[in-house]
């Protein structure tokens, strides 16, 4: 096997492309990279059927779109602990031990256990939770099975990101609009802090919106690079841009600076937002979010007549306890301010006319009334399950021929906590069976110990991977998952985006690995059901999709880099909105009939205790790593080698800590160790912690499960109703009490230097 070419580095050690040789036995294709789910257009160089080399696309539209985690790519799929090979788990779950087994064996207990839980409880007995992207062959099989089985009871990454985005901004205009970045004159960024090496492509594009001259307003606690960059920065308090958008409103609407015209003829409740943006004057916005009232003004006059306008799509209001309202307050600025669906705005792009669209897989029309009733969550909190998006069935065949769109994945999803819940044997009915794919359930959610918990209270869970994450070491079941090298794809944003791109295979899949979507055909076969995936493999699967274009995948992939329909603006005019209403629901019908506020509110965080006096939030993602996954990557680890909080020199001078200390931070639901950062860009009493640590050179098995008790952010999020949206039933991960312990009695000393000492 030919080595991967290592990272070339300058002498600041940044990442540099190689420039590129064309040598002799090198194969290069065209592919999407889906190491994270920008899919940046790159080029695969292999050398003897492997992939040795990532780099930049020659299409000068995207160069520059790649970051360290692609190039790095090779050294990562091809990492000596990857799983290659199916492993059934031998001894009690969670002991760490396994034997390999063929797929056929595996597949097989797999169909008859799983046949056998439906039987017994039911088939809303049986759960999954994936990842948009790291599964993104799935293409909607995995739900399809589901409806026909008759079990709504899927979930994902996405109801914290991008998904549960796109169920709340159908509230307001039924639909989730993308932004015009090529276009734009002014970005507003809640938080939202691409880079370099974190979503290089969104960061290029609005690196080219700045060079034109758009103005940028930047929300964010913290002195970020963009902050640094801004025309206006707001240095809000973590977890308060819902009362900030309030102040954006007061202004826009006291100073009459919205589209007059649009909010008459297009939208609902427009007076009942007033009053209710009343309630939230310029001195009670300013103390609620800590900032400047002058400067809000400013800002919000800014984003109002500077634009057109864009907001990028942001996880920071997804993760908050006012998040639904969070997400309604930015579809109302769009609105208001006559930024939808306009050139420079925020645009409307619907499926691609005469494509295969993921909801005509998905079948959600399949699933009985009753069993999309039954979704964990959909009494309690049903803004993104079926109940919750019920009402936009009619609408969304009105505007787009479809019955059930669904965009990132994200709008028919049961809530993870009270999945959870469920699996632990707390909620309505028992679920027993649980499948993982590509998604480290136990650290990509809140309360990683219910998660914990649920699992080894199940009697089947199978887990598709790459690497033994702490939740494949809880399984029955680890299977080989395939990586982007070994794959073709053919992409439409999730329905988001209204572009359709398409990426080649570049190697053959290594060991046993499969993609989701071959192991989703293997489950349809194992259970039964072989006619819910007619296709016999995933090039006649793509083939299907694109007949209506008259074209085969093959030859769609050889001709096209990306395909798009040309822009309409205001399509509106013709059909209206997507809602109950056919106009902007400022005041939201949907919100209403299930029986919550159908106009934002601000509910503010409980006062801190003396025992939790300081405040954290999970993020800044670290740039080597996508999520909870990659730290087993030399390259990269070293760059970021322990988790580390942040905390600012007056924060570390009261808690008594030094740069470098390793210290506890803890909270009622655990206790982490992590190493202080003093990063001067921090505020006062605020810390950040970083998502998804574990440690894959740690011992394996339940109670250590490689380092996760000690480092993942996921035990110390609550989701209990204090610190929990009401509406999505999402955590609250911008403002949670949290105090800095020092690491004193010499047990905990020792076993936290054997813990430092154990990585280098
Ligand atoms: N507590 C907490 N929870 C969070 C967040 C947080 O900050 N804190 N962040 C949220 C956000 S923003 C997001 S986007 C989600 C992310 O949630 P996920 O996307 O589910 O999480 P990842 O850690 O990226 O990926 C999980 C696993 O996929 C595996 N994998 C990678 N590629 C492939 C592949 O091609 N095939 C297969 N089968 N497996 C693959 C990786 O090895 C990794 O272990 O988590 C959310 N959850
Ligand atoms: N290298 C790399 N790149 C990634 C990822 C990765 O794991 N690795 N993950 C990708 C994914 S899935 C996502 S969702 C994105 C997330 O990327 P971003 O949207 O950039 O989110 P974060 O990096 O978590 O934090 C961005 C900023 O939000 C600020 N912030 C914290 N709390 C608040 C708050 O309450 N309000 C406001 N307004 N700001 C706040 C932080 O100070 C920080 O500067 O990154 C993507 N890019
Ligand atoms: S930002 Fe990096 S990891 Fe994400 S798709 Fe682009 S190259 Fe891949
Ligand atoms: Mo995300």
Not at 40 to 49: F, K, N, P, R, Y
Not at 320 to 339: E, M, P, V
Not at 396 to 410: D, F, S
């Amino acid at each position: 096997m030919p080595a991967p070419i290592p990272l070339s580095e300058d002498e600041n050690g940044h990442i540099k492309a190689v420039p590129h040789q064309q040598r002799e036995g090198v194969v290069t294709k065209r592919t999407l990279c889906q190491t994270c789910d920008q899919q940046c257009a790159v080029v695969t160089e292999s050398i003897d059927g492997q992939v040795v080399r990532v780099r930049s696309s020659d299409n000068p539209l995207f160069r520059d779109h790649i970051c360290m985690k692609a190039i790095a790519s090779p050294q990562t799929f091809s990492h000596p602990d990857r799983i290659l090979y199916p492993l059934k788990r031998v001894g009690e779950r969670g002991s760490g031990k396994w034997e390999r087994v063929s797929w056929e064996e595996a597949m097989s207990d797999i169909g008859t256990r799983l046949n056998a839980i439906i039987e017994t409880y039911g088939p809303e007995a049986w759960a999954v939770s994936t990842s948009q992207w790291n599964t993104a062959t799935d293409h909607g099989l995995g739900r399809r099975i589901m409806n026909h089985v008759g079990t709504p009871n899927w979930t994902s990454g996405v109801a914290y990101c991008a998904g549960n985005t796109a169920a709340i901004n159908r509230m307001t205009y039924g639909w989730f609009p993308l932004g015009d970045f090529n276009n734009t004159k002014c970005i507003l960024l809640m938080g939202h802090s691409p880079n370099r090496h974190s979503w290089t492509m969104i960061y290029q594009m609005l690196r080219f919106a700045i060079q034109r001259g758009a103005k940028v307003i930047v929300m964010d606690p913290r002195k970020s690079h963009w902050a640094e960059m801004a025309d206006i920065w707001l240095p809000l308090k973590a977890g308060s841009d819902t009362a900030m958008m309030f102040g954006f409103l007061k202004v826009i609407i006291d100073e009459g600076l919205y589209d007059k015209a649009f909010v008459k003829n297009w939208t609902i409740g427009f007076d009942d937002l007033k009053k209710r943006v009343d309630e939230y004057p310029l001195d009670r916005v300013a103390r609620l979010t800590g900032c400047d009232p002058e400067m809000i003004a400013k800002a919000a006059r800014m984003y109002a007549t500077e634009g057109p306008s864009v907001i990028p799509w942001t996880p920071i209001t997804d993760m908050q306890r006012n998040s639904t309202s969070g997400i309604r307050l930015q579809s109302i600025l769009r609105a208001i301010c006559g930024h939808i669906d306009v050139r420079g705005g925020e645009i409307f792009n619907g499926p691609i006319t005469d494509f295969v669209i993921e909801a005509d897989i998905e079948m959600h029309e399949v699933l009985p009334h009753a069993q999309k009733m039954k979704q964990l969550g959909a009494d309690t909190h049903p803004a993104f399950t079926y109940r919750g998006q019920a009402a936009f069935t009619e609408p969304l065949k009105r505007i787009w021929g479809r019955a059930y769109v669904n965009q990132n994945t994200g709008c028919y999803m049961a809530n993870p906590t009270e999945m959870f819940r469920a699996m632990c044997g707390d909620g309505p009915y028992p679920v027993k069976a649980f499948f993982a794919l590509g998604n480290n359930t136990i650290l990509s959610y809140a309360n990683g110990q219910r998660i914990i918990d649920g699992m080894m209270n199940q009697e089947l869970v199978v887990v598709q991977e790459h690497a033994m994450t702490p939740t494949a070491q809880l399984a029955d079941y680890v299977l080989p998952g395939d990586s982007w090298h070994e794959r073709p794809w053919l992409s439409d944003a999730f329905s988001w985006g209204g572009f359709l791109r398409g990426s080649e295979q570049s190697q053959e899949p290594m060991g046993e690995a499969k993609s989701t979507w071959e192991f989703w055909k293997l489950v349809a076969n194992a259970i039964g059901r072989p006619e819910l995936v007619p296709w016999d493999n995933i090039y006649d699967f793509y083939d299907d999709r694109l007949k209506g274009m008259g074209m085969t995948f093959k030859e769609f992939v050889a001709k096209t880099d990306v395909y798009f329909e040309p822009a309409q603006f205001r399509k509106y005019e013709a059909k209206g909105f997507a809602t109950p209403s056919g106009k902007v629901e400022l005041r939201s019908s949907v919100l209403e009939d299930l029986g919550f506020d159908g106009l934002p509110y601000f509910r503010e965080d409980p006062e801190l205790t003396e025992e939790y006096p300081l405040k954290m939030f999970t993020g800044v993602r670290e740039d080597p790593y996508f999520q909870t996954a990659g730290r087993q990557v030399p390259d990269m680890r070293k760059r970021c080698p322990e988790p580390r909080i942040f905390v600012n020199q007056k924060t570390a001078d009261e808690w008594d800590v030094q740069a470098d200390e390793w210290v506890e931070l803890a909270n009622e639901l655990a206790t982490l160790r992590m190493q202080v950062e003093i990063n001067p860009s921090m505020p006062d009493d605020l810390v950040r912690v970083p998502h998804g640590w574990w440690k894959p050179e740690m011992e394996i098995g339940h109670g250590k499960l490689s380092g996760a008790m000690l480092h993942a952010d996921s035990l110390m999020c609550r989701d209990d109703p204090e610190y929990m949206d009401i509406e999505q039933g999402i955590p609250h991960l911008k403002g949670i009490p949290c105090r800095i312990n020092k690491i004193t009695t010499d047990a905990t000393k020792k076993e936290g230097q054997a813990d430092v000492a154990e990585v280098h």
